[in-house]
């Protein structure tokens, strides 16, 4: 992202080519308005669809939109500028527009600054770089690159996950326990990784607990600890896993499987931030910040008789929603990338990338899994792929052609049947085989890309 980078939108149903022809309309003076954004790094858009798609390839930290609310109307600058409500914006209007109810609650809600026709540039070069200047000290106060795993966590430029980014940075600066949901696989104990590192208590441990992979008989122990001759074995005192986070965070996990009767001592743990260790009398004070995660709609389980209403509501302070993987579909591309790099000592020396079919398999795949999947079939394609890129069947996500009827259906049938007895007769070796064809190796990779044939 350039020191600078600014995005310009005069949202009137158009992109204009490089600057637009009428942006000097909207100031005092077109050569003053040169001089204002020297220094400045602008890319242009003439609707809310360009607008999205160069935020995407060129994120900006502050935004101008000129001629609000444009020539869709106020409910689309609005629905655009809350998906991109990480920038700060300053927006221009015509006092006729500004008179408006509707356009004065656009600009109380969505723009850090605003202004009238026709503006002064020098005020407007002051007021662009207030809000560039700000929306650095709120970028740096986001917790995205204070290592790998926040890092994969938080990769995209999708609305969903900068929403995501918005919500951690402002939980972050609480104290209060926080109750995250999220499909299993999205990226639950990572965005409470990003909270615990953007807090002030990011000095202290961090303590992930899955409560559903811990025995129903030692789970007290190891929560609480245990004091000596609590019962047979216990040769010495223990500390449990919530006392070893005093002074950071405890993560539970899968907070839903927590047996019903844990689940009254937590509760008075949340309400008294004492605990007392199994076989013991004294209370020990300990200061923790709780993050519990589930996959499970806990009003569900409430509603069901499977946990404790009391306990839901101690918990469900600060809720935070991680998004699935199909709802950041902007990201999956980025995302896969990301993990190609991450694991790039376990690729072949050959392999280089993604080919463009493995991208648009990538992109169409609903991700049930979330970004754990995304992960596994990423490393296993680079691991098993052949060729110098991934395709869609390496990724196992070649989608077989639908069948035809007649003559299509035979030569279809007859193409697929010739490929693979050329390929047994050349023991899977594709040079041979392509040459047993009369085709070149590239052609063959793209029709057994075609039939779903694995080489």
């Known amino acids: 992202m350039s020191s600078k980078a600014l995005i310009c939108i005069t949202p009137q149903g158009q992109a204009p080519p490089g600057r637009p022809a009428d942006l000097a309309s ?52 609005e629905a655009f500028f809350r998906s991109h409500w990480h920038i700060e914006w300053v927006g221009v209007f015509a006092p006729a527009a500004l008179a408006l109810p509707a356009c004065q609650a656009l600009a109380a809600a969505h723009l850090a600054d605003y202004h009238t026709e026709p503006v002064d540039p020098r005020r407007l070069a002051d007021c662009l770089g207030h809000a560039h200047g700000m929306a650095q000290l709120r970028r740096q106060s986001l917790p995205v690159e204070r290592g790998a795993a926040d890092a994969m966590a938080l990769t995209g430029s999708s609305a969903a996950i900068a929403r995501l980014r918005v919500q951690i940075a402002k939980v972050a600066l609480s104290h209060a326990p926080v109750l995250i949901w999220g499909e299993s696989g999205s990226g639950k104990e990572l965005a409470a990784q990003a909270i615990h590192a953007g807090s002030a208590r990011a000095g202290g441990p961090f303590v992930p607990i899955n409560c559903g992979a811990i025995p129903p008989a030692l789970i007290q122990s190891e929560l609480f600890g245990h004091a000596r001759g609590a019962f047979t074995g216990a040769a010495r005192d223990k500390i449990g896993l919530l006392e070893s986070a005093a002074g950071g965070t405890v993560f539970l996990d899968e907070i839903a499987d927590l047996p019903k009767d844990l689940q009254s001592n937590l509760l008075r743990f949340l309400q008294e931030k004492t ?21 499970v709609h806990l009003g569900e389980a409430v509603a069901r008789g499977d946990f404790r209403e009391d306990l839901y509501y101690r918990l469900n302070v600060l809720p935070i929603d991680v998004p699935p993987l199909r709802e950041r579909r902007a990201d999956l591309d980025i995302l896969a990338n990301h993990f190609f790099h991450a694991y790039a000592d376990e690729k072949a020396p050959h392999l280089k990338g993604f080919a463009g079919d493995a991208l648009r398999a990538i992109r169409e795949h609903d991700w049930p899994g979330n970004v754990r999947e995304l992960i596994n079939r990423t490393r296993r394609a680079m691991v098993l792929a052949e060729g110098r890129l991934i395709g ?64």
């Open 275 to 295: 605990i007392y260790r199994v076989g013991a009398t004294r209370p020990i004070k300990v200061d923790v910040r709780v993050i519990a995660a589930s996959h």
């Open 26 to 77: 909207h100031v005092t003076s077109g050569a003053e308005l040169d001089v204002a954004l020297a220094g400045w790094q602008v890319h242009h858009a003439g609707n809310w669809r360009e607008a999205a798609r160069i935020l995407g390839a060129h994120p900006c930290l502050a935004g101008l939109a000129l001629g609000l609310p444009g020539a869709e109307g106020v409910a689309a600058a």
């Open 392 to 455: 869609a069947h390496d990724l196992g996500l070649a989608r077989l052609p639908a069948r035809s009827s007649g003559l299509d259906a035979s030569r279809i049938d007859a193409e697929r049947a010739a490929i693979s007895a050329s390929l047994e007769r050349a023991g899977s070796n594709i040079t041979h085989a392509a040459r047993d064809l009369g085709v070149s190796r590239m052609t063959l990779y793209r029709l057994l890309a075609k039939h779903g044939i694995q080489p």
